[in-house]
Structure formats: C-alpha cells, structure tokens
C-alpha cells in the first residue's frame, strides 16, 4: 500500500494497532471463555483468577481499541473506510465522536465494549466463596464478548481500509438525521440497557451448569436487571425525544421495528423484574424466571439482528448487511442450550408452593406478566408480519400504528389497572372485604372523574377509560400514603415533626417498596400524557406570505421574515414567526423553524421550531415555499400534555435510582 507511507505513516500504523487489538482481545476473550468452564469444571483457584485476568484485559483492548477509532474520526484519517463514509472534516467535533457509533461497524464496537465491561464488572467484584458460580458466569459473558468481537473482526471491522486507488481529501459525512446531540448519548445508553442484561443471563445460565445448586442466582442479578431496565428507559426516552425534535412528524413513537427492537426487551425485563418478587417471597415461578431472563437477552440479540440484517425496512436500521444470518444461529445456541439445561435441572425448578387463591398478590403478578408477554408477543408478530407474508404469498406485506394500537392499547389499560391493584393485595389470599375497603374510594373518584370528563366534551372511549384508571392508579398510591401517615400518628401523637420523622424513617425502611410505587406514579403521568397527545393533537398544514397571521386554537401565528442560511455543512432557509395569543395579540414566543439541505449528503431535514408549555406543545415544521419565495407552507402540531411525557420518564428513572442506591445489606 504505498499510498499509506509518507503523509499517512501515523495513520497506517495507529490502525494496524487498532486490528492487532482487536484480534488479541479476540484471543483472550477464546481463552476466558475456555479456561471459565474449565476452573469451575476443576474447581480450579488459577484458572479461575486466569479467567478473571482474561475478562479484565479483554476491556482494557476493546477500550483501547474503541479510543484510536474515536481518534481517527477527530483527525480525519480517511484510510479508513467507515470514518470517510461517516465524517467530514466541517462535522463539528461532537459529531464526528457520534460518528463513532452513528454506522453499522462501529456500533459493534461499541457492543462489544460495554458488553466486556459488564462482564469486567462481574469479574472485578467476584466473591470467592462462589467460584464455581463465577467461574461459568464469567465463561458465559466471555462467550458472549468473543461472539459480538468475533461479528466485529471478521464481519464489521470499522478499521478496515478505503478500497481505492488513493486517499480521499474529504469524508461523506453523518447522516444528517444524527446529527443531533441526543445522538451522542442515545445510543451509547441504549446500548447499556441491552449489554447489561446479558449478566443476568449470564448469572441465571451459571447457576443451571453448576452442580447441587441452590439456585440462589437472583440474589445476584436483580440489581443487575434493574440497572439494565434503567438504562433501557433512559434510552427509550432520548430516542424518543430526539424523534420528536428531528423527524419534524409531531409524534415520539411509530412503532418503527427498531423502535419496537428496543421496546421489546423492555417488555420482557419489566416482566421479570415484578415476578422475580414472588420467587424471592414465596419460592415460585423458578423456571418461569429463567424463561424471562434468557428471553430478554435473547430479545437484545434479536433486535441486533433486526437493525444489522436489513430484514425490515427502518429509518433507525443501519444499512443491510450479510451478517443477518450468525445472530440467528447465536439466537438459535442461545435457546437450545437454555431448553437442554433446564430439562435436565428440571428438578431444581420445580416451585415448592402454588397459587392458593385469584385474589392474591401472586396472580396479579403473575396477570402482570402474561400481558406484557402478549404485548411482547404481538410486536414481533407486527415486525416480523412482511417477512412472513413475503414468504407465504411472495408480497410483502406491512402493518401499520393501526394495528399495534387496536391490539396493544387494550392491554396497556389492563396493565395500568393491575399496577393499581397489585401491590396493595394481600399475599397468599385476600378477602373481598379487605379489597373493598381499598378500593371503593378510587373506584369511586375514577367513576366521579370519568363522569365528569364526558360532560367536558372527552366521550371517546379508550382516552377516557385511560384518564379513569390512571386516576384510579393515583388515588390508590396516595390511599397507601394515607395509611403510612396513620402509622406514623400512631408513633408520635403528639408534633408534627416527629410524625414526619417517624414517617420518613418508616419510608427508609421500605425504601425499595415506596420507589418502586414513585416508578407506577411516573408511568401513570406518561399514560395520561400519551393518551393526550394521541386523542387531542391538533393538526394543521397552512402557507403564509411576511406579515400575514394564521389563527389555531387559542393561538395565532405571524410570520416575520424569511432568510437563507449558510453554514460549513449546510444550506438552509430559516423563518421567524411570532406566536401570539389569539384573544390579546401578546406576543408568546417567537419560533424560528429551518429547513436544511446537507451539502456532502444531498439530504434536506427540518429543524422544528418547539415551544413546549405545562398544558401544550406549539410544534412548527418550515416545509418549503413556493415558487416566487414570498410564501412559506409550514405544518403545525398543538399536542396536549407533551411535556408530561419526559417529566413521567424523569420520576420513573428516580424512582429506579432511589432502588439502586447501596442498601445495608447489598445482595450483590
């Protein structure tokens, strides 16, 4: 390659270092996952610090490994492939670094990274007295690593030099959809959530291999799951939200099949989270567990292969790809191994108690989890629908938000409902008595409301049968509340301060309980603020000339001026409108939306112009002019109780916080 030598001497070099890593950590990742089954086959100490040892260095490569490509994106090394078909050098730097994972090959990097640090993490804090354990545990994520590694260096190597005859000056650049600043954090959180849940897994798979188990593996993945279901929330959240910003189309969620690949994992997690109680409190469910935990890392896997295979058609998919076909057969590893283990530890997982009563709290999780499998289950009907019509009838055929709402929607509301009523029914068997006196009041008030709605003008069915379970939902959580004051009275009857701190120290006690009950608060505020802004956005498509006001709801909107912009990486056209009150002419906000043409791509996107309010979004698209210049055509969304939405999302991650914080006693 004598066009390497010279001017990109550094440059040849720094990447050859980048695959020689790669293929040591490919190395070491072969030998932790060899040596792993061999310490806890021995029960061998050496091999089983070895494997400790193999499990750290593998992170400390792919770090390393990770860095020099975030370095050739800064420095604009185009000899490499993937940087020159996804930077330019007007990219600003914070770009070019999203960059890094904006592509198919060094998303897989980045996979790969976070996936060995879970697993260094496992084998950093690893307890001696657990050997065997860990030793297949770490075995297991080793396996996992050097897979994704293995799709990585031999598949999707992102160090893989430029095929051409010579160096080029400049880089294609970005997809100008990602050059958003939630792109920079996005998909690394996303990522977090989908690679943590590989250690449950990996925990949950350990526990099956390892001989006169107890079967105590649960103690050492909840937090593990909760963490991953965190980070999965998250991610959901800024995906959603970078949609709602970038995609100038008045909504945060299409069911796009890799919007739906992210959801699905989520699903299955939530599931486990709420039945692995039942196991911890009554010794149930054990098989059912390990379903759930294997089933959600399966489901990270899948939807890898869903945006890698270009199986189905998504704005969010990386371009398609021949590797489709190694995660179905990792998939397919994956489940049969599962199946074999768990038929011959069938004994171990037998439950030792059944379900004594329908009225109880057992059957609400477990109604719990049959419906968000359903939920589960009918997405990937959904996803996968085109690929089976296509096969059965030689058409591809779509379904659309139509369908996933007409099935999903239902659901959803049986879900809030149980949210409502499961944690505050009793174990083993409750008494109709007992549940009246709970729930008469929010039944009541949720009846009282609903009422009331319809004379206000909400008849529709779903959003008002939505607004009076969440209402439902909220009275029964401060019902909860209430009772606890009671308690704390029956401490200290005398100041208020002191019931406040008898109350406070009752809360800390049952810290885990009541944020667990602030996350259903948080999903109650995002069901209300979805039901809103799909049953009463409005929406409107209108042109004006400068000067001229257009009126909507209880606003009206004056355009100003229209000018062209320039910019290194862009052109564009850029309108200043005033948002005004439609009664009084004040002035709101001024909104300047923009609509831009990305000079190395080729490709138009609108910037929306958001005025987000406590009750409303105004939400400004800038679609074009016409022909003369003088009159712009926008589009305009007012979705209520938008912004309730992202506070939902805030209260359900603290919550999740509030449950992660170090307890006295850490089960792991």
Request: glycine share 6%.
């Amino acid at each position: 390659m004598p066009n390497l030598w010279g001017k990109n001497f550094s440059y040849f070099y720094m990447s050859f270092a980048a695959h020689f890593i790669l293929f040591l950590s490919w190395s070491i990742l072969l030998y932790g996952f060899i040596c792993g089954f061999y310490a806890a086959y021995k029960k061998s100490s050496p091999c089983f610090e070895s494997t400790r040892n193999a499990t750290l260095a593998a992170a400390i490569l792919l770090l390393t490994a990770t860095i020099l490509l975030a370095a050739s994106f800064l420095t604009n090394d185009y000899t490499l492939q993937y940087v020159w078909q996804h930077s330019n050098r007007d990219m600003p730097s914070i770009y070019k670094l999203t960059a890094v994972w904006g592509g198919m090959d060094g998303s897989m990097l980045l996979w790969c990274l976070m996936l060995s640090f879970s697993a260094a993490i496992v084998a950093w804090q690893g307890k001696r007295q657990e050997k065997e354990l860990l030793s297949y545990t770490m075995a297991v994520l080793n396996s996992a690593t050097f897979f994704f590694v293995t799709v990585t260096l031999f598949f999707t190597n992102p160090f893989r030099y430029i095929n051409a005859p010579f160096i080029p000056p400049d880089g294609n650049g970005l997809n100008p959809l990602l050059q958003n600043p939630y792109m920079a954090i996005h998909p690394p959180l996303l990522y977090l959530g989908f690679t943590t849940f590989a250690v449950p897994y990996a925990f949950c798979t350990g526990s099956l291999l390892v001989k006169n188990s107890q079967f105590n593996w649960i103690n050492y993945v909840r937090r593990w799951s909760l963490t991953a279901w965190g980070f999965l929330t998250i991610g959901i959240f800024l995906g959603g939200h970078w949609a709602y910003l970038e995609l100038g189309w008045g909504g945060f969620w299409a069911w796009d099949p890799v919007e739906n690949a992210s959801f699905l994992p989520w699903l299955t997690g939530t599931a486990f989270l709420h039945s692995v109680m039942v196991q911890e409190r009554k010794d149930m469910l054990k098989g059912w567990n390990v379903w759930l935990v294997v089933l959600t890392y399966g489901l990270t896997v899948f939807g890898t292969f869903l945006t890698r295979s270009g199986i189905v058609q998504s704005i969010h998919a990386f371009a398609s790809t021949n590797v489709g076909w190694i995660f179905l057969v990792y998939l397919a590893l994956i489940f049969i191994s599962t199946l074999i283990l768990t038929l011959k530890n069938r004994a171990k997982l037998v439950s030792k108690k059944t379900i004594e009563s329908v009225l109880s709290r057992e059957t609400a999780f477990l109604l719990n989890n049959l419906i968000l499998l359903s939920i589960c289950f009918s997405i990937i009907w959904g996803v996968m629908f085109p690929v089976f019509s296509e096969y059965v009838t030689g058409q591809k055929q779509t379904v659309g938000i139509p369908y996933y709402n007409a099935v999903n929607v239902p659901l959803f509301l049986l879900l809030i409902f149980l949210m409502g009523m499961g944690p505050l029914i009793a174990w083993r068997k409750a008494s109709l008595v007992n549940i009246s006196k709970i729930f008469i009041i929010p039944f009541i008030f949720s009846l009282f409301l609903a009422i009331l709605l319809v004379f206000t003008g909400v008849t529709q069915f779903y959003p008002l049968l939505a607004y009076s379970l969440s209402a439902f939902v909220v009275v029964t959580l401060l019902g909860e509340l209430h009772r606890l004051a009671k308690i704390s009275r029956s401490f200290e009857k005398n100041l208020l301060s002191e019931n406040l701190i008898s109350a406070g120290k009752l809360i800390a006690k049952h810290r885990n309980r009541y944020a667990g009950y602030l996350v259903h608060f948080g999903v109650v505020i995002v069901a209300v603020a979805i039901t809103a802004s799909m049953a009463h956005k409005i929406e409107r498509e209108f042109s004006l000339k400068t000067g001229e006001v257009y009126e909507i709801g209880k606003f009206a909107l004056r355009i100003d001026s229209l000018e062209d912009i320039q910019e290194k990486n862009f052109l564009g056209l850029k309108a200043s409108v005033s948002l005004l009150s439609r009664k009084t002419k004040d002035l709101i906000s001024t909104l300047t939306p923009e609509l831009r043409r990305y000079l190395r791509n080729d490709e138009s996107t609108t910037e929306v112009a958001l005025r987000m309010g406590w009750l409303e979004d105004v939400y400004l698209v800038l679609a074009g002019t016409d022909e003369s210049g003088e009159a712009a055509s926008f589009k305009i969304y007012i979705n209520p109780l938008q912004v309730w939405l992202w506070i939902g999302g805030i209260i359900m991650i603290i919550g999740t916080i509030l449950i992660l914080l170090p307890q006295k006693r850490s089960l792991v």
